[in-house]
T-cell receptor, first 114, second 109 residues
Framework: EPEVTQTPSHQVTQMGQEVILRCVPISNHLYFYWYRQILGQKVEFLVSFYNNEISEKSEIFDDQFSVERPDGSNFTLKIRSTKLEDSAMYFC????????????FGEGSWLTVV | DAKTTQPTSMDCAEGRAANLPCNHSTISGNEYVYWYRQIHSQGPQYIIHGLKNNETNEMASLIITEDRKSSTLILPHATLRDTAVYYCIVRVEADKLIFGTGTRLQVFP
């Protein structure tokens, strides 16, 4: 069964460093998403991406964050100048444009900022 | 904010049916009811969705009331591996998912 894959599974970074989280969405999917979940809290929407541009973003997704689809398969989330409060699990997700439009999630990248 | 109300937690004996309720009294005509679950800190897993009619797949059944103001997710024979947080989400097609706090289902032996 096709799945969304994410790398790395866990990354530890120093405060102030830049981090890139990578995702390979399901191959024929057209919509891409990033969500995050701080330990013990809700899964929060960050950004959606379609047709090579951001279609929607949350208040969390400020100038510190950026997304990119550098080639036909990868979808990345870049976090510039990481802060302690960026420590969270980051989930990538994708969906195909069709009736129902189910969103499928990856297993997540756990980011620890020290 | 999430537009659904779910119990905080539920228990279910292994082998029995788990019935998870969800209230979505402000649901619009074009909004679907989606169910996802999250096992420990893994990625949310899609279970099932529906618009008006009851739905069934290999994982679960979804019963939506006629007025669409509430629904029930049914896991027909719960196993220990079904222990997870279950999220009921209403969503228009092509929109993002907004997660609430869900129902923590504990399946016990």
């Amino acid at each position: 069964e096709p799945e969304v894959t994410q790398t790395p599974s866990h990354q530890v970074t120093q405060m102030g460093q830049e981090v890139i989280l990578r995702c390979v969405p399901i191959s024929n999917h057209l919509y891409f998403y990033w969500y995050r979940q701080i330990l013990g809290q809700k899964v929060e929407f960050l950004v959606s991406f379609y047709n090579n541009e951001i279609s929607e973003k949350s208040e969390i997704f400020d100038d510190q964050f950026s997304v990119e689809r550098p080639d036909g398969s990868n979808f990345t989330l870049k976090i510039r100048s990481t802060k302690l409060e960026d420590s969270a699990m980051y989930f990538c997700a994708s969906s195909i444009r069709s009736p129902g439009n189910t969103i499928y999630f990856g297993e997540g990248s756990w980011l620890t900022v020290v | 904010d999430a537009k659904t109300t779910q119990p905080t937690s539920m228990d279910c004996a292994e082998g029995r049916a788990a019935n998870l309720p969800c209230n979505h009294s402000t649901i619009s005509g074009n909004e679907y009811v989606y169910w996802y679950r999250q096992i420990h800190s893994q990625g949310p897993q899609y279970i099932i969705h529906g618009l008006k009619n009851n739905e069934t797949n290999e994982m679960a059944s979804l019963i939506i009331t006629e007025d669409r103001k509430s629904s029930t997710l049914i896991l027909p024979h719960a196993t220990l591996r079904d222990t997870a947080v279950y999220y009921c989400i209403v969503r228009v097609e092509a929109d993002k998912l907004i997660f609430g706090t869900g129902t923590r289902l504990q399946v016990f032996p």
